[in-house]
Nanobody, 127 residues
Framework: QVQLVESGGGLVQPGGSLRLSCAAS????????MGWFRQAPGKEREFVAA????????YYADSVKGRFTISRDNAKNTVYLRMNSLKPEDTAVYSC????????????????????WGQGTQVTVSS
């Protein structure tokens, strides 16, 4: 079992920045690829970004590429999502997830590839 707890969400103005954190406990953190997903009201959950266990490979949704950066610190069992140039359409509940396998292609964006999920943290982008 892996337990995931997100933090860092909040209210930010358009163009602003936030950094989300996801703290993991349980099994060896570096064995898992980590992903961030988001779900806006009335919409389906969508992929945002993923990172391999070794911190070498990353993968992003086109909608956030160039604005968001995923990173991890395996010594701290934590994965981060740095979000810059935020837009109102980025408003959503952001959740982190852990997967036993990393794919360096679209497969890492699939929800069914993840085994463990956090509860999420709300991000609201509004003036």
């Amino acid at each position: 079992q892996v337990q995931l707890v997100e933090s860092g969400g909040g209210l930010v103005q358009p163009g602003g920045s936030l950094r989300l954190s996801c703290a993991a406990s349980g099994r060896t953190f570096s064995n898992y690829a980590m992903g961030w997903f988001r779900q806006a009201p009335g919409k389906e959950r969508e992929f945002v970004a993923a990172i391999s266990g070794s911190d070498i490979m990353t993968y992003y949704a086109d909608s956030v590429k160039g604005r968001f950066t995923i990173s991890r610190d395996n010594a701290k069992n934590t994965v981060y999502l740095r979000m810059n140039s935020l837009k109102p359409e980025d408003t959503a509940v952001y959740s982190c997830a852990a997967a036993t396998t990393y794919y360096a292609d679209y497969r890492i964006s699939l929800i069914r590839g993840y085994d463990y999920w956090g509860q999420g943290t709300q991000v609201t982008v509004s003036s």
